[in-house]
Nanobody, 115 residues
Framework: QVQLVESGGGLVQPGGSLRLSCAAS????????MGWYRQAPGKEREVVAT???????DYADSVKGRFTISSDNAKNTVYLQMNSLKPEETAVYYC?????????WGQGTQVTVSS
C-alpha cells in the first residue's frame, strides 16, 4: 500500500557530502513525521534526524551542524543532506514515515565513507 524508495547513497571520501532522498507512494493522507535512521554492522539502529509535520527538527548530537533534514510534503519526500562525512558514519541509512498509527520504513541505502 505504502512504499518508500530511498536514493542517494554510495561511496564518498571522508569529508565529503551526500544527499539522501526518500519518496513515498501509496495511500498517504497525512504524514505526522519523517526521519532518517542508520545501522552499522554489529550495531543497533540509531536515529539520525527527524522532522515533524510542523517542520520541527531533531538531530543526533553527533551530526548536529553537519546534517540537515528537510521535507517536501507536497511530494511526500524527505531529504538528508550530509556534510563532512566521517568513516564511522558508514552504515545503511533508512528513512521512516509516521502515518499514524503506522510506521513505514524504506529498504535502506548504503552509505560508505572511505578513502
Amino acid at each position: 500500500q505504502v512504499q518508500l524508495v530511498e536514493s542517494g547513497g554510495g561511496l564518498v571520501q571522508p569529508g565529503g557530502s551526500l544527499r539522501l532522498s526518500c519518496a513515498a507512494s501509496g495511500n498517504i493522507f497525512s504524514i505526522n513525521a519523517m526521519g532518517w535512521y542508520r545501522q552499522a554492522p554489529g550495531k543497533e539502529r540509531e536515529v539520525v534526524a527527524t522532522i515533524d509535520s510542523g517542520g520541527s527538527t531533531d538531530y543526533a548530537d553527533s551530526v548536529k551542524g553537519r546534517f540537515t533534514i528537510s521535507s517536501d510534503n507536497a511530494k511526500n519526500t524527505v531529504y538528508l543532506q550530509m556534510n563532512s562525512l566521517k568513516p564511522e558514519e558508514t552504515a545503511v541509512y533508512y528513512c521512516n514515515y509516521v502515518v499514524f498509527p503506522i510506521d513505514y520504513w524504506g529498504q535502506g541505502t548504503q552509505v560508505t565513507v572511505s578513502s
